[in-house]
């Protein structure tokens, strides 16, 4: 299983899922917010604020929070915020990838280091993991919208580069500079995604033990759990043995 997958599962089955969506929503609201005053706040005129709402309206994040983001940019209270990349590793050679919006560059970039040195990683340079991954757009529909076959030909039509298919729904994969634009030609033929992202996609994955498994899902917690945090992406697997083992601790 993915390690991040694993990480997610673990934590809703702890109990956390409420306040991990409640944090998810504040920082949907942050990008929202962004985006908006760095544009224009009409999303059909905005593409990053059309992604921001459409990967927001994908995680059921109510529509009252999506239009109070977009008032506070347009009321221009709103604080300036930047977007910076942490590149680093987490114990066992895992590469790790950490996406933040700041207003503050030094508290963040603190923050960041210290969970990498508490939990056994090194922070490294911008770049430094980066070659590792590669840079795209995802979007996942449940099954249900309809066939492969039907769902590989809208993604064909609206742009994709690719569609993998399986029990548990499909995955369109696309260039990361147009997902907002072929997101919302899917929407109008297959209704709202299930999720719609940008991620970093590991070129090849480590698949780590018991031993380092922990660690690193405890890194990537405190990490997701720093408000300025947006998004954390890291290259290792974790086999169902270990998974659950790590569950029933």
Known sequence: MAGHSAYKNIMHKKGRKDAARAKMFAKFAREITVAAKAGMPDPAMNPRLRLAIQTARAEN??????SRAIKKAAGGDSEAYETIRYEGYAPGGVAVIVEALTDNRNRTGGAVRAVFTKYGGNLGSTGSVAHMFQH???ITYPGKVGSADAVLE???DAGADDVQSDDHGHVITCSADSLGTIAGDL???LGEATSVKMTWKPNLST???????ESIMKMIAALEDDDDVQTVFANFEISDDVLQKLTAA
């Open 187 to 189: 929407e109008s033929k």
């Open 136 to 138: 795209i757009g995802e």
């Open 207 to 213: 698949e780590v033990g018991e031993d380092h498994a």
């Open 154 to 156: 809208a993604a064909i």
């Open 61 to 66: 994040m109510p529509n009252d929070n999506i």
